[in-house]
């Protein structure tokens, strides 16, 4: 019973700032940037770097080179270099880009990280079949403002 109730507690206790989070299909978009935190919680910008370099998170690195970041190994360009991101676009229009860049830019490739509806037939893993169900945004609400964060940090 014990371990039942601690389990219950440390299981409240992670979902707990998510709880607080605006839902992706609530997230309100201005001219593609989003004004204010999705979560309500400063990002920190050290964990946005982990999100950013993490290959099974963002993986941003797999399309935009990072000069700050010399140690991850096979930057990308196919999207455009990441140095000086802070001094291009705001904090507003940072977020708006990494929930969904394609309220900012038509026709990018980049993904949309935190969306979870509106997909065109998206697949159920490598099963040649389509998804059933509600999907869940490639990045958290909180993740989001980790990046968001981290890219403040990226001036000329």
């Known amino acids: 019973m014990k371990r039942q109730i601690v389990l219950g507690l440390a299981l409240s206790a992670l979902a707990a700032p998510a709880m607080g989070a605006t839902a992706p299909s609530a997230v309100s978009f201005a001219e593609g940037a989003v004004a204010g935190s999705l979560t309500g919680t ?3 910008p050290e964990e946005g770097m ?3 370099s993490d290959r099974g998170l963002g993986n941003c690195v797999a399309c935009h080179v990072i ?5 991850v190994a096979f930057q990308g360009n196919v ?6 991101a802070a001094d291009r676009w705001s904090e507003q229009q940072l977020r708006g880009i990494v929930a969904d860049a394609k ?3 038509d026709g990018t490739i980049m993904p949309s ?4 509806e509106g997909y065109i037939r998206p697949g159920d893993a490598f099963t040649g079949k389509a998804a059933e169900g509600e999907l869940a945004p490639l990045l958290t609400a909180q993740q989001i ?3 968001v964060a981290y890219l403040l940090t990226l001036k000329e």
């Open 50 to 52: 982990k999100v950013i």
């Open 145 to 147: 403002e980790d990046v």
């Open 79 to 84: 999207g455009p270099t990441l140095d000086g």
């Open 42 to 44: 400063a990002g920190n």
């Open 103 to 105: 309220k900012t830019f």
């Open 113 to 116: 990280f935190y969306k979870n």
């Open 67 to 71: 000069s700050a970041m010399p140690d």
